[in-house]
Antibody, heavy 118, light 109 residues
Framework: EVQLVESGGGLVQPGRSLRLSCAVSGFTFDDYAMHWVRQAPGKGLEWVSGISWNSGSINYADSVKGRFTISRDNGKKSLYLQMSSLRAEDTALYYC???????????WGQGTTVTVSS | DIQMTQSPSSLSASVGDRVTITCQASQDISNYLNWYQQKPGKAPKLLIYDASNLQTGVPSRFSGSGSGTDFIFTISSLQPEDIATYYCQHYDNLPLALTFGGGTKVEIK
């Protein structure tokens, strides 16, 4: 069964850091690009960051550029999002998603919640 | 940056009605347009890719059309289980980026 399981969310104070993880199973992880997508409470979907299969191509939304770092470990079949200088507006449910081809996100995790508050 | 404008933001329709959602890109995106369904408390689900192709396992009452800047998503006969928010999404690979529309919440009248 193809599965993505996010972890690492929680309550964190503004300005602090947090690292999210996404463990995958059921497919050849290093064949696919991966993305993080977030959803603030009651709001729509917002793309956060994406990484190609070999980490050769990485990009970020302007809202997180310079504060978040995406990475992957193909040997461990895991995707990561290192978040620093967190702000209240980063509060959201963070999903990892597998890109099948040409931007089709065909598999999503259940999400992990990040709350930034003092 | 390409912007995706989705309308309406919400709609209410009766079971069996034809439902139409539009998505407009701020510039020509060819057919690089996908549609997702998100039910309350659940992760998004891919329904349509490349503007008009039905993802495997998705009911045929869902369809998509369009190219360039204007796209349409249709539910031919609304069912109770279709209550959800629907999003359009564009993909760029240079640089790698996704852009989502604002979403359309579909409710039963």
């Amino acid at each position: 069964e193809v599965q993505l399981v996010e972890s690492g969310g929680g309550l964190v104070q503004p300005g602090r850091s947090l690292r999210l993880s996404c463990a995958v199973s059921g497919f050849t992880f290093d064949d696919y690009a991966m993305h993080w997508v977030r959803q603030a409470p009651g709001k729509g979907l917002e793309w956060v960051s994406g990484i190609s299969w070999n980490s050769g191509s990485i990009n970020y939304a302007d809202s997180v550029k310079g504060r978040f770092t995406i990475s992957r470990d193909n040997g461990k079949k895991s995707l990561y999002l290192q978040m620093s200088s967190l702000r209240a507006e980063d509060t959201a449910l963070y999903y990892c998603a597998k890109e099948d081809i040409d931007g089709r996100m065909d598999v999503w995790g259940q999400g992990t919640t990040v709350t930034v508050s003092s | 940056d390409i912007q995706m404008t989705q309308s309406p933001s919400s709609l209410s329709a009766s079971v069996g009605d034809r439902v139409t959602i539009t998505c407009q890109a701020s510039q020509d995106i060819s057919n690089y347009l996908n549609w997702y369904q998100q039910k309350p408390g659940k992760a998004p689900k891919l329904l349509i890719y490349d503007a008009s192709n039905l993802q495997t396992g998705v009911p045929s009452r869902f369809s998509g059309s369009g190219s360039g800047t204007d796209f349409i998503f249709t539910i031919s006969s609304l069912q109770p289980e279709d209550i959800a928010t629907y999003y359009c999404q564009h993909y760029d690979n240079l640089p790698l980026a996704l852009t989502f529309g604002g979403g359309t919440k579909v409710e039963i009248k």
